[in-house]
């Protein structure tokens, strides 16, 4: 089979091809996808970069989420059938290829109404966003949400989750005044440019924010702690620059400020509580099939152009989700 393979750890797409590789078989408990669709994401960039963490061993094929249909079915799997078209978050990464291994606990049937260029951005990105807002940040609807980074996938499936799960206000913001158009058009009520003074821009919006959902390490968290409102939840979810993170702050700031501080990954999720993970990703199939929730995605015709884009959301001007087709490509 094909796979998208990272030789060496590099800052460009110079050390990334497709490769013709051994297809996997699955063990027990897992199951192996013909991948049709996969979802491109700034987790593959911080592997490509060599951030530590993210890649057990190189060769790498990058890859956290497909859609396609169940190859093959291991040992110890009920529920799954050869053929059958489903959706599955790959933790150990080799989702961009033609075939993927998953857990059989991660992976969910797809609605006849949803199209699977859709369902491979949800096992990662939108099950993130939703896992973000519900279980890690406790939105209640009425509530304030800050998101940084908001022009990217991830931004974008959060203003598109939270009319879903009862409205809000939502702030967001990006790295670059040209990202301030995207961010809105995705239903962000402010989108601030973070060129300026980004706390008193949030301030003079209307005022302090009940959930913070930040991507950027602890580069932002100052500004997080100086706009959260009493009862506040900051939620770190990533680490953007891929620097090193400084100490989070003391605790009588926190206890003075009554707000507290998370940290959420989904791919620890997926080892600790795959069942969570699993919930979500049928919630969120489920909330697209009944059009309550729309996803818009980039199409990506082939694997071969995958470097590219890989290179765009490195150099923080992609916009929005990106998806692979993977299938005939
Ligand atoms: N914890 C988890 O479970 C989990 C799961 C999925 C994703 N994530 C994280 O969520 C974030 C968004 O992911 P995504 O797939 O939606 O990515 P994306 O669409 O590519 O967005 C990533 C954004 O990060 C910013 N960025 C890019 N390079 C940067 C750099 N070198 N330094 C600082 N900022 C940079 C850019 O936004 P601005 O310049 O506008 O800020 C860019 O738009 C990523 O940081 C990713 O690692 C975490």
Known sequence: ??????????????????????????????????????????????????????????????????????????????????????????????????????????????????????????????????????DAARFSPGETVLVHSASGGVGGAVARLVPALGGGRLIGTVGRADKVAAAKESGYDVVVSRDGDVAEAIRASGGAVDVVLDPQGTALLETDLAVTAPGGRIVLFGNAGGGQAAPLPDLQRLRAGNIAVAGFSISSLAVTAPERVARALRRLLDLIADGRLTVPVTEVGSLAEVPEIHQRLAEGRGTGKYVVRVAGS
Do not use: C
């Open 1 to 134: 089979m094909r796979a998208l393979v990272m030789t060496a750890p590099s800052e460009g797409p110079d050390r990334t091809e497709v490769r013709e590789v051994e297809a996997p078989r699955p063990g027990p408990g897992e199951v192996t996808i013909d991948v049709t669709h996969a979802g491109i994401n700034f987790l593959d960039v911080m592997a490509r970069r060599g951030d530590a963490g993210y890649v057990s061993a190189w060769p790498h094929t990058p890859g956290k989420e497909v859609a396609g249909t169940v190859r093959e079915v291991g040992e110890d799997v009920s529920g799954l059938v050869v053929g059958q078209r489903v959706a599955a978050f790959t933790p150990g990464a080799g989702g961009l290829a033609e075939v993927a291994l998953a857990p059989a606990a991660l992976t969910v049937p797809i609605p006849d109404a949803v199209p699977s260029a859709v369902a491979a951005a949800t096992p990662l990105m939108l099950t993130t966003a939703l896992l973000l807002l519900t």
